[in-house]
């Protein structure tokens, strides 16, 4: 399984809008420059997290874009639906009527609780666990800091 880079791409520019000064908007461009993102990808992806309520955006001489909510009230996997639809693991869980053997299947237990699994980890990570552990925060912090440093990446 392997998270698109759509996602990956989103969530380090939610993490950089996250660290920017209270109240000032980030320009697209320096957030493409910061996050090594191709400007017109960028632009589609927060486009994606404007529509979803995550970011807002301004126009103007100083505008760009902000978190409409705090780190802490914005889930990964709000992220991952804005960005990818709903999670997906594989056809046959969407009821849809494709697969023939799903009466009998024997995989289809496996990739129910595998996705369950999923969204409760990306439901229940916020934007905060992303952020670096504020000055002191101790050794529980870097602990912390250190678990999620690879997250989205």
Known sequence: ?????????????????????????????????????????????????????????????????????????????????????RLRLVECLEGDGRCSLVRDCTQASVWRKLKITVEGFLGETTLKALLPAPKGAGVQGKAKERMHARAGA
Request: glycine residues 10%.
């Open 1 to 85: 399984m392997q998270l698109s880079k759509g996602f990956d791409y989103a969530i380090r520019s939610l993490v950089f809008l996250a660290l920017s000064p209270k109240g000032r908007p980030a320009e697209l461009k320096a957030i493409s420059e910061a996050q090594g993102i191709p400007v017109s990808y960028l632009a589609k992806l927060m486009r994606s997290l404007v529509r979803s309520g995550i970011v807002a955006s301004t126009l103007g001489r100083d505008g760009g874009y902000t978190l409409r909510r705090r780190p802490e009230a914005v889930s990964l996997l709000e992220v991952y639906e804005a960005i990818e639809g």
